[in-house]
């Protein structure tokens, strides 16, 4: 059964940090990319970052570079995304879900999602 099992939300002034973490687990983890995605109250989900686990390959949303930070543990089977100055707007439920093949920010290319966490940043 493929799992994915999101940690690490919860609330942060502005300017601080939170470190998410996706465990992946029942399927062959080092051949897929893992997406994280948030979505803000009323609004669509987007795509954050993500980490091709094969090569390293990453991307991240504009609001986000040079802030957040995505890497894995590939013997954890983790993914973690590292959230540093943190924003009011980034305040949004969090979500990892998993694809074959490269980075993708597209919701729909993504099959398997984690259950979400709550970021809340307090200004």
């Known amino acids: 059964e493929v799992q994915l099992q999101v940690s690490g939300g919860g609330l942060a002034q502005a300017g601080g940090s939170l470190r998410l973490s996706c465990a992946a687990s029942?399927?062959?983890?080092?051949?897929?990319?893992i997406g994280w995605f948030r979505q803000a109250p009323g609004k669509e989900r987007e795509g954050v970052s993500c980490i091709s686990i094969s090569d390293g390959d990453t991307y991240y949303v504009d609001p986000v570079k040079g802030r957040f930070t995505i890497s894995s543990d590939n013997a954890k089977k983790i993914v973690y995304l590292q959230m540093n100055s943190l924003k009011p707007e980034d305040t949004a439920v969090y979500y990892c879900?998993?694809?074959?093949?490269?980075?993708?920010?597209?919701?729909?290319?993504?099959?398997?999602w984690g259950q979400g966490t709550l970021v809340t940043v307090s200004s």
């Open positions: 879900g998993r694809r074959l093949y490269g980075c993708s920010h597209y919701e729909v290319d993504f099959d398997s």
């Open positions: 029942g399927f062959p983890f080092d051949i897929f990319t």
